[in-house]
T-cell receptor
């Protein structure tokens, strides 16, 4: 079975540019999570969707960040405009019915210069 | 406010020896704990979990111990193998909440 699929794996962009990260959750999973990993803060939950509806976006750092889930098999995380401090690894994860174990994608490595 | 803490950023052990990774938590409402393992350039993968109704859970070379009174859990790997070299995260879901709170991780290096 395919796991959580993220794209791009690596992105290098200039400050001020728009960045869009994409995620396809595991088929049949109805919860989707976006996490960000940095050295200073570890793994932080940015936003959580259940049945395609955003339930909690309190972890989204600021208005430059937005996320959508137009259907059960696709989600995007957008940063506009991007800043160097946004450089991090962004993970998408999914699970079924908000169970305890979540399954991560391989991450999108973002560098903003 | 770090509710799950891994105070050792790194640990180095010899192949064949025991690796002990520690995790402390502050929220007494936590009733389930998970360990994730992360290799470089990959996402975290689920390794083992324990419910608060138990004090030990074993899966092959991996054993997790839970001390509820001390709000402490540990992951034991015996015997350690070079392929175990990775970052290990301790995590807990807040009861009644979907959020999985992670520690900052411990980098384990197993030397041949």
């Amino acid at each position: 079975d395919a796991g959580v699929i993220q794209s791009p794996r690596h992105e290098v962009t200039e400050m001020g540019q728009e960045v869009t990260l994409r995620c396809k959750p595991i088929s049949g999973h109805n919860s989707l999570f976006w996490y960000r990993q940095t050295m200073m803060r570890g793994l932080e939950l940015l936003i959580y969707f259940n049945n395609n509806v955003p339930i909690d976006d309190s972890g989204m750092p600021e208005d430059r960040f937005s996320a959508k889930m137009p259907n059960a098999s696709f989600s995007t995380l957008k940063i506009q405009p991007s800043e160097p401090r946004d450089s991090a690894v962004y993970f998408c994860a999914s699970n079924r019915d908000s169970g305890n174990t979540i399954y991560f994608g391989e991450g999108s490595w973002l560098t903003v210069v | 406010d770090q509710q799950v803490k891994q105070n050792s950023p790194s640990l180095s052990v010899q192949e064949g020896r025991i690796s002990i990774l520690n995790c402390d938590y502050t929220n007494s409402m936590f009733d389930y704990f998970l360990w994730y393992k992360k290799y470089p350039a990959e996402g975290p993968t689920f390794l083992i979990s324990i419910s608060s109704i138990k004090d030990k859970n074993e899966d092959g070379r991996f054993t997790v111990f839970l001390n509820k009174s001390a709000k402490h859990l540990s992951l034991h790997i015996v015997p350690s193998q070079p392929g175990d070299s990775a970052v290990y995260f301790c995590a807990a879901p807040v009861p009644g909440n979907y959020k999985l709170t992670f520690g900052k991780g411990t980098l384990l290096t197993v030397n041949p």
